[in-house]
């Protein structure tokens, strides 16, 4: 990669790709920001005109540096047009068999010295790099949701992820402002091996009737401190990327401990897939939040 990065790709038009494409907005990248369905593409392009709109009338960037930085994006049905970019970060749907093919088809159009990045929250770097004729360029960006907000990115090496890559990927997440951990390549990283069974196991808790939905949430909330309790957290994730994380745990590492809640599979088996859809565990149809009982 080039010494200083100055162009980004995000293949993906959803919360995860438009959040890390407008990350790249406000520190002075071009992003060109792709799609295939055209109407997510638009979608995303609005989330993000707003979200600096949000920012400018807060103070915190002038008009002129929030219309310069959306002057810089570049929305492209085209992943062609991406051929000029120093990294390429996918923020695709969470299945390995579709994200291989996506690096098959970045690897002929990158330029020789770009990196392909994946934010994928649990799948293996080193297979998506198999996938590839450029291993060594090849490495895991995991942001978490949403991503102009939250302060930690994830890295993840392939086994033949090289350190010039490394470093360029972390002092790209340096410059979003993100604190980095690293992690090896094993199914679920760090985070989501961690917060993905507290979520099932939240399920598994509503499912035999220890408690409400409610309950649940609010005993997380205050009794652990944190920001959203479990149930509202899968529904802000979504219900499907929830389970097919838990899959991969499954599938990786095995063991009881991994298996799906039965419930969170009926969930996304009813098409109930959370914040997204307005309906998940709670119902967002009719107020911004949970619903009360
Ligand atoms: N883009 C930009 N800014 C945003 C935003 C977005 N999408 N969403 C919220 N914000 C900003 C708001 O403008 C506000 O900024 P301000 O304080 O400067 O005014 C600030 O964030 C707080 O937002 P709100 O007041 O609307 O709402 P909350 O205070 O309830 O915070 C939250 C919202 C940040 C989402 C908070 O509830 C939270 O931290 N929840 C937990 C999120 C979490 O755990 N994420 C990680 C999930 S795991 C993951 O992503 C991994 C993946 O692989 C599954």
Redesign the pocket.
């Known amino acids: 990669m080039a010494a200083e990065c100055e162009a980004i790709g995000v293949v993906g038009g959803g919360?995860?790709g438009?959040?890390i494409a407008?990350l790249g907005l406000v520190h002075g990248l071009h992003v060109y920001l792709s799609d295939s369905d055209p109407e997510a593409l638009a979608r995303a392009s609005k989330?993000i005109s707003s979200?600096i709109q949000?920012?400018i009338s807060?103070g915190?960037l002038s008009e002129a540096e929030g219309s310069a930085a959306l002057q810089r994006l570049h929305c492209t049905s085209s992943l062609e047009e991406m051929n000029g970019c120093d990294v390429i970060i996918e923020a695709i749907v969470e299945s390995e068999e579709v994200k291989k093919k996506l690096f098959v088809e970045l690897d002929r159009i990158a330029k020789a010295p770009a990196i392909l990045a994946s934010?994928?929250?649990?799948i293996s770097i080193t297979r998506l790099a198999s996938a590839t004729k450029r291993p060594a360029q090849v490495i895991g960006m995991?942001?978490?949701?949403?991503?102009?907000?939250?302060k930690?990115v994830e890295i993840i090496r392939g086994v033949n992820t090289s350190d010039e890559t490394f470093l360029a990927t972390k002092a790209l997440a340096e410059r979003f402002g993100k604190t980095v951990i690293c992690s090896q390549d094993y199914s679920g990283f760090i985070?989501?091996r961690i917060?993905?069974p507290m979520i099932n196991e939240a399920f598994y808790a509503l499912f035999t009737g220890v408690a409400t939905k409610e309950d649940i949430d609010t005993g997380m909330k205050l009794g652990t401190n944190?920001?959203?309790g479990p149930l509202e957290?899968a529904d802000?994730?979504?219900l499907d990327?929830?389970l097919s994380?838990m899959r991969v745990l499954h599938s990786g590492l095995g063991g009881s401990k991994y298996v799906p809640c039965p419930l969170l599979v009926q969930y996304v088996d009813a098409g109930q897939l959370g914040r997204k859809q307005g309906l998940g565990v709670y119902d967002y149809r009719k107020s911004p939040g949970p619903t009360k009982p």
């Open positions: 919360q995860m438009s959040g407008q989330s979200s949000r920012l807060k915190n934010n994928t929250s649990s995991h942001f978490m949701n949403p991503p102009p907000v939250m930690l985070v989501n917060l993905m944190h920001p959203m957290l802000f994730i979504g990327v929830c994380i």
